[in-house]
């Protein structure tokens, strides 16, 4: 699968570089946080890419949970441990950073995965500045504009039944609960196919130094992620 360009190995490990998961990133999510620009001191590898490499390793289940514990740095190894009703992902030194349960009939198909991926991370992806904007607007609270700090959290995925062709997903519904300087937006999908329903899923991210909202270092912000974003795009032609 289209997956296996955007890791290495080193024996049972999987090593992601700061140049795999940056292409990752734009190339597949379009997605265009600066976390995931290579020359950043924080840069850390896509929790979609983990996402991506672990459905393509082994399969849907009809309930899977994914729990983000850790940042992984580029060329981090990364070991996968599996078990029936579980995924973890840890470092070198054990440590959890993922861990997904899972339970039900699983499925292998390459396209309905790959559909998957594909259609999740680009839906992921939009979240800054698509929806983020306008919910930080509607609470008056935003990010540190100069140091944004944007991460993952938890997401899940829920089938009533699985398709031979590759799904859609849709936003149904967000919102963003603020406490103190720390928020928590949550978003609920709808997946699709074959014209019909076939499960639901929620993503929740983080949002760390919490600010009155001012719309003049958000429009800073929008801008410096366009450029990057543009830059990117006439740099691939």
Avoid: W
Wanted: charged share 20%.
């Amino acid at each position: 699968m289209f997956t296996q360009d955007y890791f290495s190995r080193k024996g049972d490990a999987y090593c992601f570089s700061k140049q795999q998961g940056s292409d990752f990133a734009k190339g597949i999510a379009g997605d265009f946080n600066p976390l995931h620009d290579m020359d950043n001191s924080r840069f850390c590898i896509p929790g979609d890419l983990l996402f991506s490499v672990i459905l393509s390793k082994y399969g849907i289940s009809r309930n899977m949970s994914f729990d983000f514990q850790g940042m992984v740095s580029g060329g981090m190894p990364v070991e996968f441990i599996a078990s029936e009703h579980s995924i973890v992902a840890q470092n070198e030194r054990q440590k959890s950073l993922l861990e997904v349960t899972r339970d039900g009939v699983m499925t292998q198909e390459p396209e309905f995965i790959e559909g998957l991926i594909r259609a999740y991370v680009a839906f992921s992806g939009k979240t800054f500045p698509h929806v983020i904007i306008e919910l930080m607007k509607q609470e008056n609270a935003m990010i540190n504009t100069r140091r944004p700090m944007v991460i993952y959290d938890q997401m899940s995925l829920s089938f009533n039944r699985f398709s031979q062709h590759a799904p859609e997903v849709h936003l149904n519904h967000c919102d963003f609960v603020v406490n103190g300087k720390r928020g928590i937006v949550t978003m609920n999908f709808d997946l699709r196919a074959d014209g019909q329903s076939i499960g639901i899923g929620e993503k929740k991210i983080i949002m760390s130094g919490l600010r009155p909202y001012q719309q003049d270092d958000i429009d800073h912000l929008v801008d410096a992620y366009n450029a990057g974003r543009n830059a990117y795009l006439q740099a691939e032609g």
